[in-house]
């Protein structure tokens, strides 16, 4: 029986996965060891909505605590200054939406473009986040948005959170592993002590010392379909700019570039590829479209996973687990399906050794991890906005692995529902169809069933558009919104962000 947990690690992995644990299992011990000369890695502020379901749902973190804490900001996509013509990735599902009677969904009006495809989009158009109350001043607050966090605001309130759930915090380095019969016994730090325990979490980000270095496990990696390995992060403190409701993800000749907003400062973040351009290049480029950036700093990545997250009694879980670029923001939304996925697989293998559980476990994570990294790949193969070497790179040799068969099935369907549960079962998918379909018609992928809409279709399309505008028009700005939620009399409605387990 597993009785006694110790994460090696203390950042965002690490303090998510402690408090995941000792809130679903509180008689578990749970201890975390973090090293207080490498510190954390400092870089990882958009999400997406899963890391809401997880925070105010799964971990039962009431939002009001959260937001005096961490101050997020809010989020209701991406826009993307990609393709023919920039575009909003929304989290809203907006390619649900069908035209009556006929039941076509409304992609097939978007072959031109997705402006104001439904009121969020139009919202992030307008700079708006959320729409205005028909009743009052206060906004119609929608479950379907994100947050913007500064990673060291949120790893100091998930020191805090830990400390009221009774997780131990123990500052050291690690000098050697023990293992007896592929499992791991103990860890010896450098200061002399040994720490033994029943069950490993490897949360020490890019080292993956125990997952990686200590077990051995192959690492596949992502190069054939990511070919980008380095960022140059930096940022300014906010003057006069408006506090946007999403992240920008910018086309730039050798990769792509980030900003995400928080209330008192932007934060933008160039990731390159070095073959195709140097630490100095990337930098000049990067200066040349953000003339306040302060310092910054160059962050390398290898994108890929390891063959296995779950081996013997070690879980891997955050950077340790895998890594692909910031250009979804999936990073804090993988660190909460794994906390979830291993949480849960103790509770329902009753804390016990499992090995169908685990190896299941195993299989799920790995599939997270490969979708994600199929979503990407369509981003570079069908970014026709700039022809450098990289972006030529990109179109002729980026794989799509699993993404392959959804590109065909669009090319000759169009962005059709009818065959989800084939294509790509939604209850498994992170993204689900409609965030290829969007990022395929964005980027003006052509599909062989342009000519689908009827003379009606197109005035009830042009109907919709124009209310979706009009709901924009109206919405709150950012600012607005979270003057709202700090107020000391707004309710938050129990059970507004539900648990997805
Ligand atoms: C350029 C870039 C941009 C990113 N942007 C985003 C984003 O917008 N959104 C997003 O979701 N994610 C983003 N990420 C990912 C983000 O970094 C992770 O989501 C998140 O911070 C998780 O980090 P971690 O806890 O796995 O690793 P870390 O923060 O690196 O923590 C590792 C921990 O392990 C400890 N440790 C390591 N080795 C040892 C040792 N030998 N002994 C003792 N302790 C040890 C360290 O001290 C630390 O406490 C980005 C990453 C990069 C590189």
């Not at 992609?107 to 969020?120: Q, T």
């Not at 079962?425 to 169809?433: K, N, R, V």
């Not at 700005?477 to 962000?497: K, Q, S």
Request: aromatic fraction near 10%; charge should be neutral.
């Amino acid at each position: 029986m597993i009785q006694d947990v110790l994460i090696l690690g203390g950042g965002t992995a690490g303090f998510f996965m402690a408090a995941s644990l000792k809130t679903h299992h509180p008689r578990l011990r749970v201890r975390v060891v973090r090293s207080p000369t490498l510190g954390i890695i400092g870089v990882g502020e958009g999400s997406t909505t899963d890391l809401l379901r997880f925070l105010h749902g799964f971990l039962r973190v009431p939002p009001e605590e959260f937001y005096r804490a961490v101050k997020p900001s809010l989020k209701l996509g991406i826009k993307f200054l990609w393709g023919k013509e920039d575009y909003h990735y929304t989290f809203s599902g907006a390619l649900r939406q069908k035209f009556e009677p006929s039941g076509t969904p409304v992609g097939f009006a978007c072959g031109e473009s997705l402006a104001d495809v439904d009121a969020v989009t139009s919202l992030m158009a307008a700079g708006k986040v959320f729409p205005r109350s028909p009743e009052g001043p206060w906004p119609l607050v929608n479950p379907t948005v994100g947050y913007h966090i500064e990673n060291a605001e949120l790893v100091a309130w998930l020191e805090a959170h830990a400390a009221k759930l009774g997780i131990e915090v123990i500052d050291g380095d690690l000098a050697s592993v023990e293992q007896a019969d592929g499992e791991i016994q103990a860890l010896r730090l450098q200061d002399g002590q040994r720490l033994a325990a029943d069950f490993f979490v490897d949360a020490s980000g890019f080292r993956a010392e125990l997952i990686g270095k200590a077990l051995g496990t192959p690492f596949i990696s992502y190069a054939d379909s990511l070919f980008c390995d380095k960022a140059v992060v930096g940022g300014w403190a906010r003057t006069d700019e408006p506090l946007l409701p999403y992240t920008t993800a910018e086309t730039m000749s050798a990769g792509w570039a980030w900003q995400i907003e928080h209330p008192g400062r932007i934060n933008r973040g160039y990731v390159y590829c070095s073959r195709f351009q140097s630490d100095a290049e990337a930098e000049a480029e990067f200066r040349a479209k953000n003339p306040k950036v302060g310092p910054t700093r160059v962050v390398p990545f290898v994108p890929g996973r390891y063959a296995h997250q779950w081996v013997g009694n070690v879980f891997a879980v955050g950077n340790a687990a895998g890594f692909v670029e910031p250009l979804e923001a999936t990073s804090l939304l993988c660190i909460a399906h794994e906390c979830r996925f291993l949480t849960t697989a103790l509770a329902e293998g009753g804390l016990r050794k499992n090995h169908s559980m685990r190896a299941s476990t195993d299989r799920l994570c790995g599939r997270l991890w490969d979708e994600i990294r199929d979503f990407l790949a369509i981003h570079y193969r069908f970014n026709q906005r700039l022809d450098t070497p990289f972006w030529r790179h990109c179109r002729e040799h980026v794989a799509l692995h699993g993404a392959q068969r959804l590109v065909e099935f669009y090319q000759e369907n169009g962005p059709t529902f009818c065959l989800e549960v084939e294509l790509l079962t939604p209850a498994q998918s992170i993204f689900q169809l409609e965030g290829f379909w969007l990022h395929l018609l964005g980027m003006g992928v052509p599909h062989g069933r342009e000519d689908r809409l009827s003379a009606a279709e197109r005035a009830q399309w042009a109907t919709l558009r124009a209310a979706n505008r009009a709901v924009g028009a109206q919405g709150l700005t950012v600012e607005e919104a979270l003057r709202v939620l700090h107020d000391p009399r707004w309710r938050w409605t129990p059970g507004f962000y539900k648990d997805i387990a």
